[in-house]
């Protein structure tokens, strides 16, 4: 079945960097585009990153672009999320996600705190 596990997440100090990655299974990840999401406490989930199938395209959040950069290893079948110059409003719980064959599946998430 389609599974997709993300880390690296944790505390940061604003200003600091993390990079989560997803590690997918249970499906042709090389032929899908992928996403990250998150949601922070009280607020709806939001787009924040897209990356296409070949990795040829991707768009980010108004809020994200310039810090964070999306990427993906089809060999190894991982997500990436570089986050750099984080800030307090970037605290949430990021998710991995995908559309395979017009199923939505998700991540359990993985939490990033930008604290100091």
């Known amino acids: 079945q389609v599974q997709l596990v993300e880390s690296g997440g944790g505390l940061v100090q604003p200003g600091g960097s993390l990079r989560l990655s997803c590690a997918a299974s249970?499906?042709?990840?090389?032929?899908?585009?992928m996403r990250w999401y998150r949601q922070a406490t009280g607020k709806e989930r939001e787009l924040v990153a897209h990356?296409?199938?070949?990795?040829?395209?991707?768009n980010y959040a108004d809020s994200v672009k310039g810090r964070f950069t999306i990427s993906r290893d089809n060999v190894k079948k991982t997500l990436y999320l570089q986050m750099n110059s984080l800030k307090p409003e970037d605290t949430a719980v990021y998710y991995c996600?995908?559309?395979?064959?017009?199923?939505?599946?998700w991540g359990k998430g993985t939490l990033v705190t930008v604290s100091s």
């Open positions: 249970g499906f042709p990840f090389m032929w899908f585009a």
């Open positions: 996600n995908t559309g395979v064959y017009g199923t939505d599946y």
């Open positions: 990356i296409s199938s070949a990795a040829d395209s991707t």
